[in-house]
């Protein structure tokens, strides 16, 4: 088996409007994500690439319409798969953290009910076991009194600490061998950003968890990131290590996007 | 700065949008519910000029003659023709009920409105007034009321209408006062707009939707109470060819086997709710400015 | 920066916002700034700084508590708001968010012609080509002039809100986030149009944002906001090549760079956020400081002159005393950590 957990295989798709015509918006996209690396997919709005992200789960739009490729996870095609076999891979298997953690949280439970929920969900067992591991998993992620802060609402928590709760739920309750984060730093400050930046390659290196950062950042990507796939306007354009493309873009894309990302490159 | 900058933009989304027709798409419910509608106020309008016999005779035919070719709906009791009596009931139901909504549109818009947008005070007083009133059933409220300001077709209209400002008043201002502090209400300051213009030209515009819509359903219920009040004699005079007050007058008949005097003025009521709630489906769909291009 | 160039001084603003049990929210805390022709000053911070109420509160969109506002010498704070609109004329504001800030059922027409209507007072001949010379101004075609906001990419509605303010020719523009919604090509198109605005009607900018490198990128001078007040403010290179603030050194530090093999040192705040409801009468920072002394928490520090147009909030910094470590604070945080938590 090679050294691949996730393989997108020539995925093509397209948004049926009401009237029932067709807009293509993934064009053959193809790329790989190995084992126990940090992988970045880069782009921009109508890029595609959170697009693709959900299809892996397989909680894209319902208006989109395959039209070709396969997604390969460990060498099964999850595209084929019923809803029962998804749900069992859904958490157990591939987990995902979205971007505004706190409308991702319901707000009538509180944060650590949500968290021994899921628990329970995938590993089983009674509510106090599961609520202990919920109050460890939000001590993991370094949140002060997590006693405490278990008990409290998803709207007592400010947007980094509840990021940090959404990463504890997707990455430590549910134990995954790939966890997808969908620019899970966006709209939060830089130094929280940087604060959860930390908090996610940690879990990825220590874990040997297989991660897939999808964001606009390059900022982001060129500190933490081992492999970076970019894609513009539904098409992946180039891939490589994340040194190789800062340090060498092929395509005029690639080297747009980082001269826009790096404005002041001249007086750097 | 050229024109090639701007288009070289990336911006794929147009694309999808773009291929949005230019006229919008009209679903069979709306066009049944205008065609209905429609019908309704040419009958009403040609009442004004012409009937097939002059509604208010009695004694036209010989009392509760079946529908027939001389008389196409039958007589009542009293042996007026029910076509004619239906024709010019129409500007009495259709009348009341569109003037009764309009006036309960503007008016509770209006304070809506202001109070949605001042907020503060204001928003207080007003709220507290209108929770008090719609503490009252409309119905009742409005039987109440006709009772108490004597008869006439003025007074039903202006009863109607109160009933309805509540209403309206709350989803205008719950509307206004959700968009008051979004940008482009602070941008609509900056260009030179005095606060009520701000109010009224710029976010009251995006808030017709729920409105129109709302205004659909309203006009069903004002319909309804309109002919309620007819049927228990209240508010218009014992022989007016109102349609409810012609369903009370036929029911004796309908144990007796004349079954067309009560019959026909509940299809027209029937008729006439019916559109305003097939026309509330479609309506704020087509208002919608994503639609137009 | 000679004073006949300044167009807009602002002195001790405040504004406190009621929150229920009798107390005050203080979202701005004595802000002072000026802002020249043909220059501009960036005003830097996070989420709950203030950056954004100082904004509105300059143009009066909310009405600040205290302080002054004076544009070209006249303070504009005690006129009616009715009499606003002559001071609209002089300074205007681009919102951050392209899609909000256009209303969607206006077309570009009416949303530039609105201003020139209202504002000038101009007839129809007179506006129908000063919409032409706004759209090309902003590098669109006159063609754009009868499209909806929903036919417009971000950055050509964001072209749009660029022309709106500057339809009735103002001395100052405010801009809030101007780029912080549009994707990052489109990014560095906005700010040349802006700056290439500026070198040709020379104007006045107060740019709020809180990307560090877009900051870098047009402002003259540099203000960092925190919890309501500047802590430290000075030309643009001096602030990030020699930042002295704890907070604005914190900052920069924890800023990613999109470049290969840049190591970063990060400097860390570790500690409860002073609350901004009815805050002591102490340095923001207290209890998340590592430089933290008994002067911190006994009176807010004051802007401290430290030379080169360069004035920070600090005293310790300026005193020199506590020698400012560079690199890594790790050690001495974990002390201050027991002690903020």
Known sequence: ?268 | MSPRDAVGEISPELGAIRQVRRRPKLSWSMRIGAAVLIFYVAVALISLVWTPYDPLTPGVGDGYDAPSSAFLLGTDRLGSDMLSRLMVGARYNLGITLTAVAIALSVGTTIGVIAGYHGGAIDTVVLRAVEIFQAFPGLLFAMLVVQAVGPGIVNVILVLSFVGIPDYLRLARGEIHSRRSWQYAEAARMVGNPPWRVAFRHLLPNSIGPLLAFTSINAAFVALITASLGFLGLGLGPNTPEWGNMIARGQDGVMTGQWWVSFFPGLAILGLTGAFYLLGDAVSDLTDPRRRR | MTAGGVLLQVRGLRKNFPVEGGRHLVAVDGVSLDVAAGQTLALVGESGSGKSTVARCIVRLIEPSGGDVVIDGKSILPLQPHLLAGVYRRIQMVFQDPNASLNPRMSVRQVLDEPLRLHLDLPRAARTARLRELVEMVGLTPLHLDRYPHELSGGQRQRVGIARAMAVSPEIVILDEPTSSLDVSVRGQILDLLLDLQQRLNLAYLFISHDLQVVRHVADRVAVMYLGGIVEIGPTERIFSAPQHPYTRALLSAAPVAQWGVARTRLRLVGEITSPIDPPEACRLVGRCPLAQPVCAAAKPALIDIGHDHAVACPVVVDGKAPFPSGDLQPRLAAAATRGL
């Open chain 1, 1 to 268: 088996m090679s050294g691949e957990l996730l393989e997108i295989e020539n995925y093509s798709g397209a948004f049926r409007a009401p009237t029932g015509e067709l807009t293509p918006v993934l064009h053959e996209v193809s790329y790989r994500l190995k084992v126990g690396a940090l992988t970045a997919v880069v782009g921009e709005t109508g890029s595609g690439k959170s697009l693709v992200a959900l299809s892996v789960l397989g909680i894209q739009p319902p208006s989109f319409v395959r039209r070709s490729g396969r997604i390969l996870f460990r060498g099964v095609d999850l595209l084929g798969l019923d809803e029962r076999a998804m749900r069992k891979i859904r958490g157990a298997q591939i987990s995902m953290v979205f971007q505004d953690a706190r409308a991702a949280l319901n707000p009538v439970f509180t944060v650590g009910r949500q968290l021994a929920d899921v628990y329970q969900l995938q590993h089983g067992g009674g509510r106090s076991a599961a609520m202990k591991q919920a109050i460890e998993a939000l001590r993991r992620v370094s949140i002060p009194e997590p006693a405490r802060r278990a008990r409290q609402y998803p709207h007592e928590f400010s947007g980094g600490m509840a990021q940090r709760a959404m990463i504890a739920m997707a990455a430590l309750i549910c134990e995954p061998s790939l966890l997808i984060l969908d620019e899970p730093t966006t709209g939060l400050d830089v130094t929280i950003q940087s604060d959860i930046m930390e908090l996610i390659t940690d879990l990825c290196r220590v874990g040997g968890l297989t991660t897939c950062l999808i964001t606009h950042d390059l900022g982001i990507v060129a500190e933490t990131c081992d492999e970076v796939v970019v894609m513009n306007a539904g098409r992946v354009v180039e891939t490589g290590s994340a040194q190789a493309i800062f340090t060498q873009p092929q395509d005029p894309y690639t080297r747009r996007l980082l001269a826009a990302s790096q404005l002041v490159e001249a007086a750097a």
